[in-house]
């Protein structure tokens, strides 16, 4: 055996010894199952490859698995996650006291969270952890437990960036062209979007600043007893960032090393469909529009004019509709529409009779319907939705329909026109390629450059100079 292969083999034997058999805690506190379902199978495969790993989350495994130990966080809030949205009562006013809701219920969830003796009892223990991953959302509560155990942090975000998010590390977030989440703009903005994005920019991040030092700063000297440091300087600390974004979809912005893209991270090959869905879309002579609006809308709440507006202009294709509807009946419901109160998304959209899909512009949807290369028609309602449908309307991948417009007239339109202009599909399939085309898979990225934390000691090399100016140093 000569030499160099000698060398490869011992240094590939340290990497292993270094970079598995870690102690992992993660910090899953958000009450949203969507986002845990981005974080699941990351956390799996870190036992799966040998680390042993403590999750906090509102969703502990139903049944064991090897070197993966849950803190329940079940019963300290209660939190509907499922139905946010009532599209009987939607209008301006039903969406901003969403949102007021929404971002009240994630200040309040941190004086739960932290309160709750599971975390508590994590607090006061004397647990030893080589490294501790967080979720990056919208409040930092929870990082404090990475300087308790003298720990490197990594973050970890199920959708693009808020501005505090980059802030942690100091990545640039130039509202020039690097869209809000609060607005529905792609990369491309005349002035006046330029504008609204950067008083957004501006706006939410000054709310979020002032909401931490005065509000969620206060639950954690409160509830880690010990003097704790400014949670704004302990964000500073942060080593990684992992992202559940790609450029094909979330367009090109400039990265440091330590904000890592992992678009995708959740995705698993297709699995077989169940029989029943698996006849009805192979029997699809026509194709099949597959209409779901996720997790935190239930399409039962739609009213009826609008309902009707649906299942009126579903009739006149000979396309099939398989439509995620929660309730047990669909009135006036046509012979080509097939209603299922829960559908295994990534596997239908992966059918090749699947021609468009229609839904509400989430992250992991949009993916999914990227990935499968299937074109969209997207219903944005909050959060990133907009932009993600943005993003697919630029590339002519999809259209937006707004809430607020459908009509028969316009379900019609966008239908039509997705299937009749084959642009669209082909567009769909081209970002699909090139979201596939990778040197390695999202999962094998964000487990390298967990490891590559872990072995370099919270890699301070990684560290912008940034996050020691003030933002009057940093814009010169």
Not at 29 to 56: C, D, M, N, W
Not at 233 to 248: G, P, Q
Not at 249 to 265: A, H, I, Q, T
Not at 416 to 433: C, D, G, I, V
Request: a neutral charge; hydrophobic letters at 40%; glycine letters at 6%.
């Amino acid at each position: 055996m000569s030499v160099t292969r000698i060398f490869q083999i011992t240094l590939l034997a340290w990497i292993v010894a270094v970079g598995s058999g870690a102690r992992i805690l993660a910090l899953f506190p958000y009450i949203g199952k969507s986002h845990f379902v981005v974080f699941e199978p990351y956390v799996k495969e870190l036992a799966t490859r040998g680390h042993q790993v403590v999750v906090v989350s509102h969703f502990p495994q139903k049944n064991p698995i090897k070197n993966l130990k849950d803190i329940s966080l079940v019963g300290s809030q209660d939190i509907d996650a499922t139905d946010r949205l009532n599209l009987t009562t939607m209008s301006g006013l039903e969406y901003l006291n969403t949102a007021v809701k929404e971002l009240t219920n994630l200040v309040t969830s941190c004086n739960k969270t932290l309160s709750f003796y599971t975390v508590q009892n994590l607090i006061d223990s004397r647990e030893k952890f080589d490294v501790v991953i967080a979720e990056m959302f919208t409040t930092d509560c929870i990082i404090p437990l990475a300087h308790k155990f003298k720990a490197p942090l990594i973050g970890i975000s199920s959708c693009a960036t808020f501005p505090w998010i980059d802030y942690k590390i100091g990545n640039p977030h130039n509202p020039s062209f690097v869209p809000n989440l609060f607005t529905s703009f792609s990369d491309n903005m005349n002035f006046f979007e330029r504008l609204i994005n950067t008083v957004c920019e501006v706006l939410f991040s000054t709310i979020y600043s002032l909401t931490e030092g005065l509000v969620t700063q206060n639950y954690v000297n409160h509830h880690f007893r010990d003097e704790m440091p400014l949670l704004s300087e302990l964000a500073k600390n942060t080593s990684l960032i992992l992202v559940n974004t790609h450029f094909t979809l979330n367009r090109p912005r400039p990265l440091l090393p330590g904000m890592v893209e992992v678009g995708g991270l959740y995705l698993k090959p297709p699995k077989l469909l169940p029989k029943d869905l698996d006849d009805f879309l192979n029997g699809a002579e026509h194709g099949v529009i597959y209409f779901n609006m996720g997790s935190m809308i239930r399409a039962e709440t739609l009213p009826p004019e609008k309902r009707d507006a649906f299942l009126q202009a579903f009739a006149e294709f000979p396309q099939r509709v398989l439509w995620k509807w929660e309730g047990d009946t669909l009135p006036g419901q046509p012979k080509n529409v097939k209603i299922v109160k829960w559908l295994p998304q990534f596997d239908v959209l992966s059918h090749p009779n699947v021609y468009i899909y229609l839904g509400h512009g989430g992250l992991m949807g949009t993916i999914e319907a990227m990935y499968a290369g299937v074109p969209m028609i997207g219903i944005p309602f909050f959060g990133d939705q907009g932009m993600n449908i943005a993003a697919i309307e630029s590339a002519n991948a999809g259209l937006q329909l707004e809430y607020a417009d459908i009509n028969k007239e316009s379900v019609l339109r966008a239908i039509k026109t997705l299937l009749e202009e084959p642009s669209y599909r082909k567009n769909a399939k081209r970002m699909s390629q090139i979201f596939k085309d990778r040197p390695h898979s999202a999962m094998d990225t964000a487990i390298y450059w967990t490891e590559y934390v872990i072995r370099h000691n919270g890699a301070p090399h990684l560290r912008s100079a940034a996050l020691d100016l003030s933002w009057y140093q940093y814009y010169c």
